[in-house]
């Protein structure tokens, strides 16, 4: 049962020409059989005449050409075509002739170059053999030449409807696989950008005020640890990040909003008030939401620390039902620090917000200071 089972993968594995042969064998022996060989495609109507050698050869260069009509296209039509114009000069009308219809099509369908002289060659050679068979003394009038003349083009005509649609559906997967490429870039690179810059941000502050401490080994020792704890935390989030390049970690862990205390208490050290409340239950499956919101406040703090440094700041996050809402604000009594951005950070995290279908929103407040809010359906798709 399972050789069975196997035998559409083995067939596959088999050359394109071993594939192609069986059609050819398979017009040859209907060929052969006696009650099929009025039934013949042929142009002319000139009377047929009984099976014999010359027959054979006409079935050679009808039927064993379209093994190679993928594979070698031109080659495959100009053999079948000359078989065909044999057996029409020479009334061997047989099955064999509708290889002609079928190189056509998979000429139309698998030849690259060259096209129009194919076609040029090939109406030239039809327009001489229908004057040959006028001379033999064909019966047929204008209009059933050009009716044959027609349905081969229509042959061909199919052929390269079929290779326009097979291009254009190997141009489609190539613009989706290179919109793949430059979406999980995008999502590396912010990835990278939120993981980075947030935890050299809290370094640089760190080290800054660590260069004032130095007449109280105290606090310049716990400086010093909360700069290597940064450190540490950084090096954690670039692994997991990295998960995301390799496929046989299978899903990249993401950072739960639980962490977000961590991440308060990191900001803590390096030196910005913050005030951290979170309402609410988690959802059972928030998707990328929880991840989303958790950048947010990464995001936002590390901005807090260089445009805000030392300023009261509140971040509240809010669970309720399906969405999570996140809102970090400073009062803007702070300073700036030396740290400088590449301003690429909020608009980063609006395109996370709009993907899901969210709310985002940042700006200067009334009295001064800044605040970031965004709304977050839970439970959408990553």
Not at 35 to 60: C, E, I, N, R, W
Not at 67 to 83: E, H, I, K, N
Not at 210 to 236: F, H, I, M, N, S
Request: proline letters at 5%; a neutral charge; one cysteine or more.
């Amino acid at each position: 049962m399972n050789q069975l089972r196997r035998l559409p993968e083995l067939w596959r594995r088999l050359d394109v020409t071993v594939r192609d042969l069986p059609l050819g064998l398979l017009l040859a022996g209907f060929s052969l059989v006696p009650t099929f060989q009025d039934q013949a495609t042929q142009v002319g109507d000139l009377p047929s005449k009984p099976f014999g050698p010359m027959t054979v050869v006409v079935l050679v260069l009808l039927c064993l050409p379209l093994a190679g009509r993928r594979r070698w296209p031109a080659a495959s039509l100009a053999l079948v075509a000359l078989g065909f114009i044999v057996s029409m000069l020479g009334s061997y009308h047989i099955v064999a002739g509708t290889a002609l219809p079928i190189a056509l099509v998979s000429s139309g369908a698998h030849l690259e170059r060259y096209r129009r002289t194919a076609g040029a060659v090939l109406t030239a050679a039809y327009i001489a053999l229908a004057f040959a068979l006028v001379e033999l003394g064909s019966t047929e009038g204008l209009e059933d030449f050009v009716m044959f003349y027609l349905l081969a083009a229509a042959g061909w005509g199919v052929g390269a409807w079929l290779r326009a649609t097979r291009a254009a559906e190997v141009e489609r997967r190539r613009h989706i696989a290179e919109a793949t490429r430059t979406a999980e870039r995008t999502r590396i690179a912010r990835e990278l950008h939120d993981v980075v810059t947030h935890h050299v941000t809290a370094m640089i502050v760190q080290a800054e005020a660590a260069r004032y401490l130095t007449g109280t080994p105290d606090r310049l020792d716990q400086t010093l640890k909360a700069v290597g704890d940064t450190g540490r935390q950084a090096t954690t989030d670039l692994r997991h990040l990295l998960d995301l390049l390799n496929p046989d970690h299978g899903e990249p862990r993401t950072p739960p909003v639980g962490r977000l205390l961590t991440l308060v208490e990191q900001t803590r050290r390096a030196g910005q008030p913050v005030e951290f409340t979170e309402e609410g239950t988690p959802a059972e499956s928030t998707g990328s939401a929880d991840l989303v919101a958790y950048r947010i406040v990464q995001e936002s703090l590390t901005n807090a620390l260089k445009y805000a440094h030392g300023s009261r700041t509140s971040v509240q996050v809010s669970h309720r039902g399906r969405e999570i809402t996140v809102e970090v604000s400073t009062d803007g009594s702070g300073r700036r620090s030396e740290v400088r951005g590449g301003g690429r950070g909020l608009e980063g995290l609006r395109e996370r917000v709009d993907v899901l279908g969210g709310e985002f929103s940042a700006g200067d407040l009334t009295g001064g200071g800044f605040v970031v809010r965004a709304r977050i359906p839970a439970g959408s798709p990553s």
